[in-house]
Nanobody
């Protein structure tokens, strides 16, 4: 089992910044991928960015360039730095953990509870 605890969401004015954090705990093997997805009202959940433990990143097609993902493997933590936030970034942001066991025979997929980000105009 893996538990995910997100923090850092809130209300900011357009142009402001936020940094989201997600800490994973529990049975964590190396070779995992952590990342962020978001769901705006009336829209489907979409990929924001993911980062593998080896450093490979993947950003969603619709993600604006002012969002940057990073992680600290020693803390099992992934971050999302969001600068110059605009109202279209308003959504609930969810942390996701994907991994396998040591032998690779089992796949794991966990989601956090979500943290709300609101950028007001």
């Amino acid at each position: 089992q893996v538990q995910l605890v997100e923090s850092g969401g809130g209300l900011v004015q357009a142009g402001g910044s936020l940094r989201l954090s997600c800490v994973a705990s529990g049975t964590i093997f190396s070779g995992n991928t952590m990342g962020w997805y978001r769901q705006a009202p009336g829209h489907q959940r979409e990929l924001v960015a993911t980062m593998a433990s080896g450093g490979t990143t993947d950003y969603g097609d619709s993600v604006e360039g002012r969002l940057t993902i990073s992680r600290d493997n020693t803390k099992n933590t992934v971050y999302l730095q969001m600068n110059e936030l605009q109202p279209e970034a308003t959504a609930v942001y969810y942390c996701r953990f994907q991994g396998t066991n040591v032998s690779g025979t089992l796949r794991y997929n966990y989601w956090g509870q979500g943290t709300k980000v609101t950028a007001s105009s």
